[in-house]
C-alpha cells in the first residue's frame, strides 16, 4: 500500500476538526514545498521522532552499459538519502 498527498491531506483533516479541507490541504503542500526547497539548498532535513533527509554529491565514476557491455562514463550527481531515527527503525523492524 503507498500513502499518498490525498491521504496525508484527509488524515491531517481528520485529526484537527477546527482545519476546513482546504487549510489541511495548505498544510500539507506548505511542508512539503518547505522541505523540497531545504533539500534544494543542500542543507539537511531533520524531523525528530522520524529521521534525517541529506543532501550528498557522488562522484563520477566508470559504469557500463548493461544492455550493450560498453563502458561509460557516469556524471556526478546529488542523490537524497534517508536516515531513520532509531524509534521509527525498531517499530518499523518490530512489525
Do not use: W
Amino acid at each position: 500500500m503507498t500513502v499518498t498527498k490525498a491521504d496525508l491531506v484527509d488524515e491531517v483533516y481528520r485529526n484537527f476538526k477546527e482545519m476546513s479541507k482546504t487549510q489541511a490541504a495548505d498544510t500539507v503542500e506548505m511542508f512539503l514545498s518547505l522541505s523540497k526547497s531545504t533539500l534544494i539548498e543542500g542543507k539537511d532535513l531533520l524531523i525528530s521522532g522520524f529521521g534525517k533527509f541529506s543532501v550528498k554529491d557522488k562522484k563520477s565514476r566508470k559504469g557500463r552499459n548493461p544492455h550493450t557491455g560498453l563502458s561509460m562514463i557516469v556524471e556526478g550527481r546529488r542523490v537524497i538519502t534517508f536516515k531513520p531515527c532509531t524509534q521509527l527503525r525498531n517499530k518499523v523492524n518490530a512489525s
